[in-house]
């Protein structure tokens, strides 16, 4: 059966590729939309529409908004993915590198790419709103002398010609993804996963010690804290959400250890249960 998945932007962007990876093994169709919340509404219309939404870049850090997104929302993360971020040159067909007098892409992307096009002489760079979709604006108007930065599959879906690749300047660049449903078809897609990690958020008493309080009783019980991002909680100063994400070996000691916590903290809330994820080379 075909997967429905939403993301932010079109086919050939990254998140088409991350969404391509996560649900291989069967055929979806892309459900692009214009932000991060229209996704989140998109699926919570349909139930049978499932979504992919970055949420941290290793050199850009974390999507902050999307942490609040998720959290709000109701909807439960199933699982994530880990993608390689390469970036290519690409242009109209028969254009030559030597021809390009401007460059258009995502500000983020065209940042990652300094090295390379700073050897790119008296070359224009112009911010747009997504990589997939500069490719597509050349493509559609016949736009001689542009070019896109953005992957090789907006590339082939937008007939374009690629000039450059691999042309980012850190060759770690990896953006992190997390898989996103409705909670009644996350238990029927997670029915039989190999749970070994958890995204968790909770708020904390404005007291001395009381971070440094649950981050003792998880390692007690072996929890491997991979990641923790706070956000200020609006209206109320100085105060802060804590958002985590644990992996483990052991699913009841993983649940001794929230009960643990609980007492410790104020309205916890599990975000999703799911499988650890792949990550592309």
């Known amino acids: 059966m075909k997967k429905r998945v939403a993301i932010q932007g079109i086919a050939g962007s990254y998140h088409d590729i991350a969404a391509r990876s996560f649900y291989e093994g069967g055929e979806i169709e892309i ?3 214009n932000t991060f919340r229209d996704v989140i509404t998109t699926i919570k219309k349909d139930s049978t529409i499932l979504g992919l939404m970055a949420i941290e870049n290793t050199i850009a850090g974390s999507l902050l908004q999307n942490h609040e997104l998720i959290r709000e929302s109701g909807l439960r993360v199933i699982g ?5 971020i390469s970036h290519s040159l690409v ?3 028969g254009t030559t590198i030597h021809e390009i ?3 258009n892409s995502h500000p983020i992307a065209l940042m990652q790419c300094t090295d390379f096009l700073d050897t790119l002489p008296n070359v224009k760079m112009v911010e747009k709103e997504d990589t997939a979709m500069s490719a597509r604006w050349i493509s559609e108007n016949n736009l001689k002398g542009h070019a896109a930065v953005c992957g090789k599959l907006a590339a082939q879906i937008y007939n374009m010609e690629i000039l450059a690749e691999g042309i980012e300047t850190n060759k770690r660049n990896f953006t992190r993804f997390l898989a996103l449903a409705d909670r009644w078809t996350a238990e029927d897609m997670l029915e039989k996963a190999d749970i070994n990690k958890s995204s968790l958020v909770f708020a904390l008493p404005h007291t001395s010690g009381s971070l440094s309080k649950v981050l003792s009783i998880l ?3 072996d929890m491997n804290l991979s990641k923790i ?12 959400l804590f958002y ?3 992996t483990f070996t052991d699913y009841t000691r993983y649940k001794q250890a929230l009960d643990a916590i609980i007492p410790l903290t ?3 809330k599990i975000l999703g249960e799911y499988a650890e994820g792949k990550q592309s080379v």
């Not at 994530?80 to 390689?84: F, I, P, Q, S, T």
Request: glycine fraction near 6%.
């Open 229 to 240: 991002q706070s956000l200020p909680i609006i209206g109320r100063e100085w105060e802060y």
């Open 101 to 103: 007098t401007e460059v």
């Open 219 to 221: 390692s007690f019980y």
């Open 80 to 84: 994530e993915y880990k993608l390689r």
């Open 91 to 93: 242009a109209l067909p």
């Open 266 to 268: 104020k309205d916890l």
């Open 244 to 246: 985590i994400d644990l």
């Open 31 to 33: 459900v692009g939309c």
